[in-house]
Nanobody
Framework: VQLQASGGGLVEVGGSLTLSCTGSGPPLSSYFVGWFREAPGKEREFVAAISSSGDNARYRQSAKGRFFVSRDNAKNTGHLQMNGLKPEDTGIYFC??????????????????WGKGTQVTVSS
């Protein structure tokens, strides 16, 4: 499956952005979709993930209550709605896919397919 993340941009503190992840090739419904980010000088870190059916989601602690992950399998897309953005949310955001039968994981190494990232910059 090929993935492409989009929707990044420059936003002020407290603002919102919605990222999209579009899949092509095999149906995205066969995969869990994870969102990760990479800040300058830091390792790639888990942000959120959603199960293949969309009935289960997981978030990093700092994202709980502010970020919401969703998906539309009919459109082969996933979304990450980010509200109340903070400067520490700045980074390149990536979406990734993991075969559904493997279960959910927070570890980047657990995802086999990655899209090119999209830059999110939160200005203070």
């Amino acid at each position: 499956v090929q993935l492409q993340a989009s929707g990044g941009g420059l936003v002020e503190v407290g603002g919102s952005l919605t990222l999209s992840c579009t899949g092509s090739g095999p149906p995205l419904s066969s995969y869990f979709v994870g969102w990760f980010r990479e800040a300058p000088g830091k390792e790639r870190e888990f942000v959120a993930a959603i199960s293949s059916s969309g009935d289960n989601a997981r978030y990093r602690q700092s994202a709980k209550g502010r970020f919401f992950v969703s998906r539309d399998n009919a459109k082969n897309t996933g979304h990450l709605q980010m509200n109340g953005l903070k400067p520490e949310d700045t980074g390149i955001y990536f979406c990734a896919a993991r075969r559904a039968f493997l279960g959910m994981t927070d570890y980047p190494s657990g995802y086999d397919y990655w899209g090119k990232g999209t830059q999110v910059t939160v200005s203070s």
